[in-house]
């Protein structure tokens, strides 16, 4: 069975600037989870779909980020415009039942200089 | 409040040792969820274990066991048998509300284990 797939790996941008990051969830998995772990911290969630409705994004810098899941399988999370706080590693996860244990990607590394 | 406090940033251990990794969490639902995850240097979060506010008996995986104070609201993860390639970050992570129903994640700060031959 294949893992979350997420891409880019890593990505340095200028503040200022916008970047998206993409991500697949295991197949047939519905909730999708996105995360923001800044370097010594644990992962922060973000925004949290049931198939392609959005369940908690309570956490989400609305102002700045976004994202969507417009057929209940892949994501983007966006960033316009980036500030030097938004470096970080945006992790995406999925599980099967809402709720269960997650499955992480192996995260995109965010820059922003 | 923290809903989930870690108050070991880190921790050694000798190989093939026991070690606990400590975990209080905070919440006022009666449904919740307990997990821990490790994360490698390498990046990737891999989830280990998990209990349910309702589970009446300590949750096992393998060489890894949670114990469960409900009344204290505590988490630990035990890890026995220490091997080298548990030296990674652990972090415990709660679910607030039921499987399948609305809920919310939160992470704490992490363990950082290091297993000494």
């Known amino acids: 069975e294949a893992g979350v797939a997420q891409s880019p790996r890593y990505k340095i941008i200028e503040k200022r600037q916008s970047v998206a990051f993409w991500c697949n969830p295991i197949?047939?998995?519905?909730?999708l989870y996105w995360y923001q772990q800044i370097l010594g911290q644990g992962p922060k969630l973000l925004i949290q779909?049931?198939?392609?409705?959005?369940?908690?994004d309570s956490q989400l810098p609305k102002d700045r980020f976004s994202a969507e899941r417009l057929k209940g399988v892949d994501s983007t999370l966006k960033i316009q415009p980036a500030k030097l706080e938004d470096s970080a590693v945006y992790l995406c996860?999925?599980?099967?039942?809402?709720?269960?244990?997650?499955?992480f990607g192996p995260g995109t590394r965010l820059t922003v200089t | 409040a923290q809903k989930i406090t870690q108050t070991q940033p880190g921790m050694f251990v000798q190989e093939k040792e026991a070690v606990t990794l400590d975990c209080t969490y905070d919440?006022?639902?009666?449904?919740?969820?307990l997990f821990w995850y490790k994360q490698p240097s390498s990046g990737e979060m891999i989830f280990l274990i998990y209990?349910?506010?309702?589970?009446?008996q300590n949750a096992t995986e393998g060489r890894y066991s949670l114990n469960f104070q409900k009344a204290r609201k505590s988490a630990n993860l035990v890890i026995s048998a220490s091997q080298l390639g548990d030296s990674a970050m652990y972090f415990c992570?709660?679910?607030?509300?039921?499987?399948?129903?609305?809920?919310?994640?939160?992470f704490g700060s992490g363990t950082k284990l290091n297993v000494k031959p």
């Open positions: 996860a999925s599980s099967h039942t809402t709720g269960g244990e997650q499955y």
């Open positions: 197949s047939g998995h519905a909730t």
């Open positions: 779909f049931q198939n392609n409705g959005v369940v908690d």
């Open positions: 919440t006022s639902d009666q449904s919740y969820g």
């Open positions: 209990q349910g506010s309702y589970d009446e």
């Open positions: 992570a709660m679910r607030e509300g039921s499987l399948y129903n609305f809920n919310k994640f939160y």
